[in-house]
């Protein structure tokens, strides 16, 4: 049985993701990523949450890997902070391309998309919108993760001045410790970004009431105006 809204594009490039269509035409995208061993279905639910009216068109991906000990994966732990390069590079250049050609065919530009993650997602979220060459996005989300620190790959921080970023960290988090939160909020600060930043007092989880203020961040994100890019070939450069 086919689960509604559940798609496999064709190509080596594609990713399977899940798609919640807008209300009407859309004003923008919400692109989620789930963290280590969950897939496109465990932050689905939450597209709903951060957009209620259903102004944008919401997916989220399943990350390419298959690793120990189950379900989908972005990159091989090697250790925090630092992702192993081989299966980092193969993610982000897949995640990039099934992006890039997913709002291309939807007539949605980056700069109409607010991309977010939790964990493993967070961290390819922040090499997405701020990974050299990349378009900038309307706005970024990251929870509970890190921005990386990978060989072979580079930020570029320099269109980060302005960009609206929201940060949610657990102060007691085992996996990803609360330093990298600080971590991130440091550089993006420095960079120049407008940052929404909040910890709280749990482990390795989303916080639910970072989660209740988020709603209106989107919609501030990701104003009134046309979805589509005024110039396709400046939104893929």
Same mark, same amino acid.
């Given at each position: 049985?086919?689960?509604?809204?559940?798609?496999?594009?064709?190509?080596?490039? %594609?990713?399977?993701?899940?798609?919640?269509?807008?209300?009407?035409?859309? %004003?923008?995208?919400?692109?989620?990523?789930?963290?280590?061993?969950?897939?496109?279905?465990?932050?689905?639910?939450?597209?709903?949450?951060?957009?209620?009216?259903?102004?944008?068109?919401?997916?989220?991906?399943?990350?390419?890997?298959?690793?120990?000990?189950?379900?989908?994966?972005?990159?091989?732990?090697?250790?925090?902070?630092?992702?192993?390069?081989?299966?980092?590079?193969?993610?982000?250049?897949?995640?990039?391309?099934?992006?890039?050609?997913?709002?291309?065919?939807?007539?949605?530009?980056?700069?109409?998309?607010?991309?977010?993650?939790?964990?493993?997602?967070?961290?390819?979220?922040?090499?997405?919108?701020?990974?050299?060459?990349?378009?900038?996005? %309307?706005?970024?989300?990251?929870?509970?993760?890190?921005?990386?620190?990978?060989?072979?790959?580079?930020?570029?921080?320099?269109?980060?001045?302005?960009?609206?970023?929201?940060?949610?960290?657990?102060?007691?988090?085992?996996?990803?410790?609360?330093?990298?939160?600080?971590?991130?909020?440091?550089?993006?600060?420095?960079?120049?970004?407008?940052?929404?930043?909040?910890?709280?007092?749990?482990?390795?989880?989303?916080?639910?009431?970072?989660?209740?203020?988020?709603?209106?961040?989107?919609?501030?994100?990701?104003?009134?105006?046309?979805?589509?890019?005024?110039?396709?070939?400046?939104? %893929?450069?």
């Amino acid at each position: 049985m086919r689960l509604e809204g559940l798609h496999q594009g064709a190509g080596s490039e %594609a990713l399977v993701h899940r798609v919640r269509e807008p209300a009407g035409d859309p %004003a923008g995208a919400l692109v989620l990523l789930h963290g280590r061993g969950a897939d496109e279905h465990d932050l689905y639910r939450l597209i709903d949450l951060l957009d209620p009216s259903r102004r944008l068109l919401g997916v989220t991906a399943r990350g390419p890997l298959s690793l120990p000990p189950g379900g989908a994966h972005w990159y091989a732990v090697r250790s925090i902070g630092y992702p192993d390069p081989a299966t980092f590079r193969q993610s982000y250049g897949l995640l990039t391309r099934w992006l890039d050609a997913f709002l291309a065919e939807r007539g949605i530009a980056h700069q109409r998309t607010v991309i977010g993650g939790f964990s493993q997602g967070a961290v390819m979220s922040y090499a997405t919108a701020l990974g050299a060459g990349r378009p900038r996005p %309307a706005g970024l989300i990251g929870l509970s993760g890190f921005i990386p620190t990978v060989e072979g790959f580079e930020l570029d921080l320099t269109g980060a001045r302005g960009l609206p970023v929201a940060i949610g960290h657990g102060t007691h988090d085992p996996v990803i410790g609360i330093e990298w939160g600080h971590g991130a909020r440091r550089c993006l600060g420095e960079a120049g970004a407008d940052l929404t930043y909040a910890e709280a007092e749990m482990g390795h989880q989303i916080d639910p009431g970072f989660l209740a203020g988020l709603p209106a961040w989107v919609q501030t994100s990701t104003p009134p105006g046309p979805g589509r890019p005024l110039n396709p070939a400046r939104t %893929a450069a």
